[in-house]
């Protein structure tokens, strides 16, 4: 079965300290991948995609994801975060057959900016 | 522009009774999903459009549950009767979907916040 993980549920992050968010995938052909922000009572908007091509993809707000098709996985990073930065983040991914908006989302993790 | 505009953003609501939300998506937008966001369950896409048309709608939880897209800038989602596991928030996201994927994506509306006692 299609699926897309998040083993992070919470992470903890100082600002200024650098972030680091995992997302792994098992679909039977590499997806369309992507990151997703979702502020308290706000809906989600796109940091970022993986369609093809380089893998180390730029987003917004100083984000960054890297596609490793070795080891499934499309982490998200930020070099030094901001406390706007605070907010739950989501990887999610589209089959290839699907159409791309068919997204499948991980569980989400939350990030609490401390100062 | 005014982005995918949602209605009501809160509705609370008793078991049993029906309930209507509302989704105006971006104009010129072609593609048209409902998702539904619960602590239990996360994000799930419910249902999804292409040009007024409903493409997929496996992911419908029962019966209870339609969605209507009669123009390309109103959509609703409907659950009667209503029950108090149908309490979650409910988005409506909107994209122009093309030949191809690279340059699209997907805007979602705030939200509809649905609370059934």
């Known amino acids: 079965a299609q699926s897309v993980t998040q083993p992070d549920i919470h992470i903890t992050v100082s600002e200024g300290a650098s972030l680091e968010l995992r997302c792994n995938y098992s679909?039977?052909?590499?997806?369309?991948l992507f990151w997703y922000v979702q502020s308290p009572g706000q809906g989600l908007q796109l940091l970022l995609k993986?369609?093809?091509?380089?893998?180390l993809v730029q987003g917004i707000k100083g984000f960054e994801a890297e596609f490793k098709r070795s080891q499934s996985s499309f982490n998200l990073r930020k070099p030094s975060v901001h406390w706007s930065d605070a907010a739950e983040y989501f990887c999610?991914?589209?089959?290839?057959?699907?159409?791309?908006?068919?997204?499948?989302f991980g569980a989400g993790t939350q990030v609490v900016v401390t100062p | 522009d005014a982005g995918v505009i949602q209605s009501p953003r809160h509705e609370v609501t008793e078991m049993g009774q029906e309930v209507t939300l509302r989704c105006k998506p971006i104009?010129?937008?072609?593609?048209l999903f409902w998702y539904r966001q619960t602590m239990m369950r996360g994000l799930e896409l419910l249902i999804y459009f292409n040009n007024n048309v409903p493409i997929d709608d496996s992911g419908m939880p029962e019966d209870r549950f339609s969605a209507k897209m009669p123009n390309a800038s109103f959509s609703t989602l409907k659950i009667q009767p209503s029950e108090p596991r149908d309490s979650a928030v409910y988005f409506c996201?909107?994209?122009?979907?093309?030949?191809?994927?690279?340059?699209?994506?997907?805007?979602f509306g705030s939200g509809t916040q649905l609370s059934v006692l």
């Open positions: 996201a909107s994209s122009y979907l093309g030949q191809t994927a690279t340059n699209e994506k997907l805007f």
């Open positions: 993986y369609f093809s091509g380089d893998t």
């Open positions: 104009s010129g937008h072609n593609s």
């Open positions: 999610a991914a589209s089959g290839l057959t699907d159409s791309w908006g068919k997204l499948q």
């Open positions: 679909y039977g052909a590499t997806p369309y």
